[in-house]
């Protein structure tokens, strides 16, 4: 059974007037992600596979160097979608996420509903694991990490699960069994 490492990715540099998804990695996150990549030396990864947004390739690229590995580009495994919706206080984001958690299947937080943005990133869950490698790792977003893993069965609320994230984080899927690495 192949082993799938979902690696939530590092810290931003945020920016209030730029949409989060359009976010940089800060300098912390650089180093934060480069220290993760000495946890996961004990798998046996081909590449590390990215969502497209650029905290999440510099996540990946810091990672993906420690490990001497390439980095490969899939934006279904991006955030779930929600670039009108504009820099919020954190308890505007906490709402935004549970009403988004509550309401799988409307479209309350942002433009795609969490079922929409569950079946794009299953999608390049498969399309990794049609490679045949043991191990995937995998670095995105923890909204979408949460909706993913709470479809999976692998996480029963998904919002605390989310709020329990951190910058960065990995999560193992191994069969039916789910490790925290961080």
Avoid at 18 to 41: I, K, M, R
Avoid at 154 to 163: I, L
Wanted: a negative charge.
């Amino acid at each position: 059974m192949t082993r799938v490492v979902l690696i939530r990715h590092a810290m931003p540099r945020i920016e209030e007037g730029v949409p989060a998804a359009d976010w940089t990695l800060s300098p912390e996150g650089v180093a934060a992600a480069a220290a993760l990549a000495a946890q996961l030396t004990r798998f046996d990864f081909r590449a590390i596979a990215s969502s497209g947004e650029p905290k999440a390739v510099g996540t990946a690229t810091a990672i993906a160097q420690a490990l001497k590995l390439p980095v490969e580009i899939d934006d279904d495994f991006a955030e779930t979608s929600r670039r009108t919706v504009g820099f919020l206080t954190r308890a505007q984001i906490d709402s935004g996420i549970r009403r988004l958690f509550e309401n799988p299947s409307e479209i309350v937080y942002g433009e795609e509903s969490a079922d929409a943005a569950c079946a794009r990133f299953a999608a390049a869950i498969e399309r990794q694991l049609q490679k045949g490698a043991d191990d995937i790792a995998v670095v995105t977003h923890g909204t979408i990490l949460s909706v993913y893993l709470g479809r999976t069965g692998a996480v029963a609320d998904v919002f605390a699960f989310w709020k329990s994230l951190k910058l960065p984080d990995a999560i193992l899927l191994d069969g039916a069994s789910v490790e925290r690495l961080v």
